[in-house]
């Protein structure tokens, strides 16, 4: 298995990313892994290479390039709660910059880069999303049904809001098959905003799984935070790789 640091073109400049290969020879499914707040970092890298040993090529994209390469702020105190709640305030303001005709336009940059690979298999590749990558994640997959089949979606925040674009209005535009995890008693993700979500998915036919994970906070699947639950981390993988197996 190898990682490499590598620059993807997009439209609007070079996203730094990391691009996961298993051992062996393709071509095998790809993965674009849509990073959570805090971005790339070990932890991510961590996560792409365990989904690689799979036999997947994952590509991992700094959503945030726009405002500079990875890491965009001091990440060294993101296990204290306060210390991560200040690192939350400095990373907002690319988060709010971050609107969703950049992430429909960059997704197929992403897209794009991920097909060129000689040992990716052609055709549709697998979406994950982490926190604020879940929502994006579900953008993307929207806008290039074609182009993806499947999303795992965890802890995601705001999928569903009152903006006229607010994610969870265009699922109908979805043919492949997603999945939900979601944090327990989330303020960004509450009961009844899942609730909507899926009367929405049920609405529009789409082949899906909701379900919350009882105890586990938002951010749950990330060891390097004061948020991660180390039960609901397990239960994650477990359902990511039942997904990614029908790839």
């Known amino acids: 298995m190898t990682k490499v640091d590598v620059d993807v073109p997009t439209r609007d400049g070079v996203a730094d990313s990391y691009l996961v ?40 994209p700094n959503l945030f390039y726009r405002g500079g390469r990875a890491p965009l702020v001091d990440l060294s105190g993101l296990q204290d709660p306060e210390d991560r709640g200040r690192t939350f305030g400095e990373i907002m303001p690319h988060i709010q910059a971050l609107d969703a005709e950049s992430i429909v336009r960059d997704s197929a940059d992403y897209l ?3 097909a060129a690979q000689d040992d990716v298999r052609p055709g549709p590749v697998a979406a994950v999303g982490y926190c604020m990558g879940g929502a994006n994640a579900l953008r993307a ?24 674009d607010s994610p969870h209005l265009a699922v109908g535009r979805i043919t492949g098959e997603v999945y939900f995890g979601h944090a327990d008693n989330d303020r960004s993700m509450t009961a009844e905003q899942i609730a909507t979500l899926e009367a929405e998915l049920d609405k529009a036919g789409v082949t899906y ?26 239960r ?10 029908r790839v």
Do not use: C, K, N, Q
């Not at 919350?212 to 004061?226: E, I, L």
């Open 21 to 60: 290969r298993p051992a062996g020879d393709g071509p095998r499914p790809g993965v674009l892994l849509f990073m959570d707040a805090f971005g790339l970092r070990p932890r991510l890298a961590e996560m792409a290479r365990r989904i690689a040993d799979r036999g997947f090529t994952v590509l991992v």
């Open 112 to 114: 794009d880069f991920l």
């Open 236 to 245: 994650h993988w477990i359902r990511l790789f039942e997904l990614l197996d």
């Open 209 to 234: 799984t909701s379900e919350v994970y009882a105890g586990s906070p938002h951010g749950f699947t990330m060891s390097d935070t004061a948020m991660y639950d180390r039960a609901g981390e397990e």
């Open 141 to 164: 997959m929207e806008a290039h049904p074609d182009r993806i089949s499947l999303l795992a979606s965890f802890h995601a925040g705001r999928v569903v809001g009152d903006a006229p």
